[in-house]
């Protein structure tokens, strides 16, 4: 079945930086969409950026962009998140979702915080 599996959540000062992976497996990776989503304490779940099934198209929410870069390695079944210029309103639950299929992997938090 569809599986996927974050990593590269922890603490991290405001101003620093983090990548967070996803790994999928159960599916023809290459072949389909990946994004990220968040939520914050108390707020709903946005997304966060989308990432193309070749990978050449890529789309952020305004409050990540030029901070944020979504990537992925077809060869490896994984996507990426290179997070930049930390905010303490970054501070969330990271998700991995498939749009395809309507799978989300279990989270990994980021803290931004001194």
């Known amino acids: 079945q569809v599986q996927l599996v974050e990593s590269g959540g922890g603490l991290v000062q405001p101003w620093g930086s983090l990548r967070l992976s996803c790994a999928a497996s159960?599916?023809?990776?290459?072949?389909?969409?990946m994004t990220w989503y968040r939520q914050a304490p108390g707020k709903e779940r946005e997304l966060v950026a989308g990432i193309g099934s070749g990978g050449g198209s890529t789309n952020y929410a305004d409050s990540v962009k030029g901070r944020f870069t979504i990537s992925r390695d077809n060869a490896k079944n994984m996507v990426y998140l290179q997070m930049n210029s930390l905010k303490t309103e970054d501070t969330a639950v990271y998700y991995c979702?498939?749009?395809?299929?309507?799978?989300w992997g279990q989270g990994t938090l980021v803290t931004v915080s001194s």
């Open positions: 159960g599916f023809t990776f290459s072949r389909f969409s």
């Open positions: 979702y498939s749009p395809h299929f309507g799978a």
